[in-house]
């Protein structure tokens, strides 16, 4: 029998989470977390809220499992569970902006090797908070374009199901981001 893509659900998998069962939560939890807090830290610029959103996510789609069709993929629909999420988030808190200084996180583009040196992992870091802090001056619908394409690896399709945009908004939002990066990040100079 051939195996499902990664991220499809089984139909035994998706009746046990309909059902509510713990042990298939935990094991759906445990396999998305990382993706969903990495994609919302992206937007956010800041853990705390990246990390309380990332819970957000996980108890609407336990609330909304029955609405998840049988045989779509699953990061599609999470991603449009975490980007609804972030918005409401955000109208909440009236469309609170975030400080360059509440940007200065641990996360960033790239994960540290522990092979670096010191001087290496410093560099990395500076890099990683200057690509981070370059992301938040983005308006939002570029970082997010921008963020799934590059950092969580989809195609323009899903990104555009996602954003709720046609397939040449997504790919023009991507290129815009990619040229307001370059622009944002053109004074930082390879000084070694």
């Keep these: ?3 499902l893509p990664p991220d499809l ?21 445990t396999e998305y977390e ?16 990246a990390l309380d959103l990332t ?7 336990w609330r909304s499992i029955r609405t998840f069709r049988p045989g779509e993929r699953v990061l599609p629909w999470l991603y449009q569970v975490a ?22 996180e641990d996360v960033g583009f790239e994960v540290t090797s522990a092979a670096r040196s010191p ?10 908070d200057r690509v981070q802090r370059a ?10 374009a921008v963020v799934l394409r590059f950092v969580e690896d989809l195609p323009y399709d899903e990104i555009a199901r ?10 023009s939002r991507v290129f815009r981001a990619k040229e307001q990066l370059a622009a944002l990040l053109a004074d930082v100079a390879d000084v070694h």
Excluded: C
């Design 34 to 49: 990382g993706r969903m807090y990495g994609y919302l830290y992206r937007l956010e610029g800041n853990s705390e809220d």
């Design 9 to 29: 659900l089984s139909a035994e998998l998706l009746a046990r989470l309909t059902a509510g069962e713990e042990a298939a939560w935990h094991a759906f939890v």
């Design 55 to 61: 819970q957000e996510v996980f108890y609407r789609a």
């Design 1 to 3: 029998m051939p195996s």
């Design 83 to 104: 980007r609804n999420t972030q918005i409401e988030s955000h109208r909440r808190r009236q469309l609170q902006r975030f400080s360059l200084e509440e940007a200065r």
């Design 119 to 128: 001087t290496q992992a410093a560099e990395s870091a500076q890099a990683q």
């Design 135 to 144: 992301l938040l001056k983005l308006p939002e619908e570029y970082r997010e």
């Design 162 to 171: 996602i954003q709720g945009v046609a397939v040449g908004t997504a790919k």
